[in-house]
């Protein structure tokens, strides 16, 4: 939910399905993962509304009793309600996590998406017709001057830092710090992001 750009409000629900296959007994053993997922997605703007699918297939490696590594690479599809929501990518990531007590955890991670990009600007915009395409007009942003969204591919690099904190068996406090570039030729666009949340395992 958005506080301020209430047409950004989705709810989704779906079904996941998932297989693994561990490569021998004990916690040292590499673990295989083939996960697939498919979402129905509602939004309060009707055109962003659509349908969501993805695979993820992913490897898991303990390294030592407190410390993990993993890969992954996810392909996605998302079909909007209007065609200029629509979505198509893959992304790959890599992560370490580290473990030194119980109560604490570090995760170091750098993911690389490969797909499409929705950027919204004022024309005229030559930088953005000349690396993509105008697709529609979008008032979700409430200005007085209209916003188009244009489409292009383009590459994602992205560098997080995670810090979590045990609050007991099934919750955990988690604080996060991201730099992410997204870039097409001579288009640029630099992200900071910091979030924090509690997650709980139900």
């Known amino acids: 939910m958005w506080p301020r750009f209430d047409g950004l409000d989705r709810a989704a629900a779906g079904a996941r399905l998932g297989w693994q296959h561990k490569f021998g007994l004990g916690p040292f053993a590499p673990l295989l993962r083939l996960d697939v997922s498919g979402d129905l997605v509602a ?79 004022t024309p005229p915009r030559e930088d953005l017709i000349k690396e993509g395409k105008a697709l529609t007009i979008v008032s979700t942003f409430d200005r007085a001057d209209p916003l188009v969204a244009y489409y292009f591919i383009a590459r994602t690099e992205t560098l997080r830092l995670e810090v979590g904190r045990t609050l007991g068996p099934r919750a955990e406090f988690a604080l996060g710090v991201e730099w992410r570039n997204t870039r097409r030729g001579a288009l640029s666009y630099r992200n900071r992001i910091v979030s924090a949340g509690v997650l709980f395992n139900l």
């Open 43 to 121: 939004a309060r703007e009707s055109g962003r509304a659509g349908r969501a699918g993805s695979a993820t297939l992913s490897a898991r490696q303990r390294l030592s009793h407190w410390a993990l590594a993993q890969v992954a690479h996810t392909w996605t599809r998302y079909d909007g309600r209007a065609h200029a929501f629509d979505r198509t990518g893959a992304e790959t990531a890599l992560s370490l996590t580290a473990s030194p007590s119980a109560a604490w955890r570090a995760t170091i991670g750098v993911r690389r998406w490969n797909g499409g990009v929705l950027s919204y600007a």
